[in-house]
């Protein structure tokens, strides 16, 4: 095996020594496994070369971004070869006058989108890690982000894919239109798949004209009903905010404790912007929003229109996992996500779930599209906090599950949630996805073990 | 090779190791990771090394020092941490940990260098620089990088001090010898003794540093606790003169590490700029986000042609940013390590701002010449 690789990619990207594989035997979550290889391909003929080898041979094969994925997505769990795509980071086309940018899978996304700047354009779906994240990572997990109620996710961007199939054929799919219903949609079929179905080589994207203007609010309330209420009147209100955040009682406590951000005592927080090419539309936007804030018995609005007001005021939702992350030794951090209107439910049942266990849950998230980052907070090195935040976990998904929810929003199944895909597809469902798993890929070597798939 | 031994990690570094989420941020400023895009170059890949080793996973081999060595530390991992973490005192600590178990690295030939000779380059001759007063209440200290790499260089700031009439004097200087302790070695007391007993004989009051690096040793370091004078980077002693010069050629500036975040010092090199250079424009990544230049934490000494390689890229990086004319900072190591990556076709040109300023002085005495 190792030869052949090395004679794929040359001796430079390649390596098999134990030190340079355990970082790829993790990602952001707490699932370790070693993988046997590791090749940084160039071109997507390497690839083609490298998933051609591996399926006469059976060998597992990860294509990994930067890794930064919090399900366990890309950890080796049967060992394999993994595929890092980190040099195959090219920006091909930005064609403006078709609104398309055609990138290699390896493009960072605030490249990508440091280059459609300079044209006035914007590839909008914005993760907390698009300094680091990989388009083709993006594509994969369907990466959202905070402006996912107005904007969508990545799945809304993909016109088309060149993906490097399981039994060993370089494909083609999708196009360079703004419209396409040529066959099935297959492009749309790799996005959100997680490197199960094959390994994404370069991507074609929509891309938007970058809004020129931006106003932004805090309103902070006693009853979390009340910011309930404040949301989905909004998101009902013929405006859609371009943001809608909301941070729980537990977040705001642990900021207000551990920064110099000064807070109130309350029990949640909404963090909304309204974006648009003039002044006027954004106004009119905001005067919509503020009425509705004021409406619900906050404690205080505040507005910013300049950058500096701005970054004040966005402060303590950037904080925010930062400040958790240093408050714990070890955390989960989930996405289940819910009907907007099922929002304080979900709030409220998840402070029970953590009071029935005794495990911090700070929970904070993009309310204007229903997905939630309940952060869970415990110490790796406890046996029984372990346990206990598993059953949390638990907890909370079949909470999301009974809201009409899902279990992941915008990070992915990978290992951490394929215990639980049951809960959210029923067998037929579940069976028509091992079908199209098998059919692609016949000798499960595409990321296996993930999602439970080849259970 | 592999062997045995284990680490010992103590509460404070295993808390140190926890804490980092692997979020992997770091890899958006690691200079090294830009290079190669391996993960064991990042930041978030030595931190999994080491908490490997930690739960006794992984057992402490050559190879994990080896890594270790692959850091400039920089520092910009450690402000973009979202986690609190600071890579390069984990890095630095585990660099120390791997020399007291027996994984000696290069380094240690260059501490028996600096013993013998007083400087890094084991130069026997040291350039007679002038400037000996009995007394001045300056003590100008210039380090190795300048002194034996960029001569050129220091040459022109002595001069501006000459121009701009500061009372200093200079001693038979030998390394500082702080930066053994990057790389998992000790200071050398005896030198740190010699400096001081040197610089105190002048009665000089303030200390005043081209190198960035020696201004950490001589106002943090514990071996210099001592010295008893005030330490001054040659840019905090300038930013308060007048400069009957300027320039009106596009001008940019470079944030050496060691200056900016490890110092604090941003300020004062651009105070001083603005009386000179109207047309300054920063870099994209500037401040407490500048890009290293690749010449920190040992890693020039270890890895020469990887170093040379991220200083291209940081340099063409500024040109791309900033489209300047001139390229200031004010270290001997940037410098030195953005001379070497400049490649012909590039028209920059790249000085210490101490140089550049009597480079002006000297133009304008030139102009008035002719004009006379």
Not at chain 1, 228 to 244: E, H, L, N
Not at chain 1, 253 to 273: F, G, V, Y
Not at chain 1, 344 to 358: A, D, R
Not at chain 2, 118 to 146: M, S, T
């Amino acid at each position: 095996m190792i030869k052949k690789l090395i004679e794929i990619v040359g001796q430079d990207n390649f390596t098999d020594q134990l030190e340079e594989l355990v970082p790829y035997s993790y990602d952001a979550s707490m699932n370790v496994h070693r993988p046997d290889a590791a090749v940084w391909p160039e071109t997507a003929e390497q690839i083609l070369a490298i998933v051609k080898f591996a399926n006469e041979y059976k060998i597992p094969v990860i294509p990994r971004g930067a890794g930064t994925s919090l399900s366990g997505g890309v950890v080796p769990i049967r060992g394999g070869v993994i595929i890092d795509l980190s040099k195959m980071n090219r920006i091909l086309e930005v064609s403006i006058e078709n609104r398309y940018a055609r990138v290699e899978a390896g493009v960072v996304c605030d490249d990508l989108n440091r280059e459609l700047a300079k044209h006035g354009f914007v590839f909008p779906p914005d993760p907390a890690s698009s300094t680091v994240s990989t388009i083709g990572g993006n594509v994969a997990t369907n990466a959202g982000g905070i402006k996912g109620a107005k904007y969508g996710t990545t799945r809304d961007y993909v016109l088309g894919l060149q993906v490097v199939l399981p039994t060993g054929e370089l494909m083609r799919t999708g196009s360079y239109t703004m419209k396409c219903v040529s066959g099935y949609d297959l492009a749309k079929l790799f996005v959100g798949a997680e490197g199960t179905l094959g390994v994404i080589t370069e991507v074609t994207l929509k891309i938007n004209p970058l809004p020129r203007h931006a106003m932004t609010a805090v309103a902070t309330y006693a009853r979390l009903e009340d910011a309930g209420k404040a949301i989905f009147q909004t998101m009902t209100s013929g405006v859609i905010p371009s943001v809608m955040e909301i941070m729980d009682k537990v977040t705001l406590q642990s900021i207000r404790e551990n920064t110099d951000i000064a807070l109130p005592d309350a029990e949640a927080m909404i963090l909304t912007e309204a974006d648009g090419f003039t002044w006027e539309e954004v106004e009119a936007q905001m005067e919509v929003v503020l009425g509705i804030l004021k409406n619900n018995h906050p404690i205080e609005v505040k507005t910013a229109r300049d950058e500096k007001d701005r970054l004040n005021l966005w402060k303590a939702r950037k904080s925010a996992y930062a400040t958790l992350a240093r408050v714990s030794n070890s955390f989960v951090l989930d996405d289940v996500t819910v009907p907007i209107s099922r929002i304080p439910e979900l709030l409220v049942g998840i402070q029970g779930i953590s009071q029935k266990y005794g495990i911090v849950v700070a929970t904070f998230g993009h309310a204007g599209d229903g997905n939630l980052h309940p952060q869970i907070l415990y110490d790796e090195y406890d046996p029984d906090q372990v346990e206990r935040t598993e059953k949390v976990e638990e907890e909370i998904f079949k909470l999301a599950i009974s809201l009409k929810g899902t279990l992941s929003g915008e990070h992915g199944i990978g290992l951490s949630k394929a215990g639980y895909m049951t809960l959210e597809h029923d067998p037929v469902e579940m069976d028509l996805m091992r079908r199209v798993k098998k059919a692609l890929d016949p000798n499960n070597i595409m990321n296996p073990g993930k999602r439970a798939l080849d259970d | 090779m592999t062997m045995s031994i284990q680490l010992q990690f103590d509460e404070k570094r295993r808390k140190a190791i926890t804490q980092c989420s692997r979020c992997g941020f770091c890899r958006a400023v690691c200079p090294i990771f830009d290079l190669t895009k391996r993960p064991i170059t990042n930041a978030h890949g030595k931190i999994i090394l080491l908490k490997e080793v930690m739960e006794g996973k992984l057992p402490a081999t050559e190879e994990v020092a080896k890594a270790m060595l692959r850091c400039t530390a920089c520092m910009n991992c450690t402000v973009n941490c979202p986690s609190g973490v600071d890579p390069q005192e984990i890095v630095k600590a585990a660099r120390r940990d791997m020399v007291d178990i027996g994984f000696d690295n290069l380094f240690k030939a260059m501490g028996e260098v600096v013993e013998k000779y007083g400087n890094i380059y084991g130069k026997e001759k040291r350039r007679d620089w002038g400037h000996r007063k009995e007394r001045a209440p300056y003590l100008l200290f210039l380090g190795c990088v300048g002194a034996y790499r960029e001569e050129e260089s220091v040459k022109e700031t002595l001069r501006l001090l000459d121009i701009l009439k500061v009372e200093y004097t200079m001693v038979d200087e030998v390394c500082c010898s702080g930066v053994l302790e990057d790389v998992g070695y000790k200071i050398k007391e005896d030198l740190a003794r010699r400096n001081i007993q040197e610089i105190q004989k002048t009665g000089a009051n303030t200390l005043i540093t081209t190198c960035p690096y020696c201004y950490r040793v001589f106002k943090d370091h514990p071996s210099y606790k001592d010295l008893g004078l005030e330490v001054k980077h040659i840019t905090q002693f300038l930013k308060d003169f007048d400069f009957h010069v300027k320039t009106d050629k596009k001008v940019t500036y470079h944030d050496p590490c060691d200056l900016g975040r490890h110092a604090g010092i941003y300020d004062e090199p651009r105070q001083i700029i603005l009386k000179i250079a109207p047309n300054f424009v920063e870099p994209r990544r500037t401040r407490d986000n500048a890009m290293c230049c690749g010449a920190g934490g040992g890693f020039r000494g270890a890895f020469a042609k990887e170093s040379v390689k991220i200083a291209r890229n940081r340099l063409s990086q500024i040109i791309e940013d900033t489209g300047a004319e001139i390229l200031l900072t004010e270290c001997p190591s940037c410098l030195h390590n953005f001379r070497n990556a400049k490649r012909q076709k590039q028209k920059i040109e790249i000085y210490n701002l101490t140089e550049f300023l009597a480079k002006l002085y000297g133009e304008r005495t030139l102009g008035e010449k002719e004009a006379a």
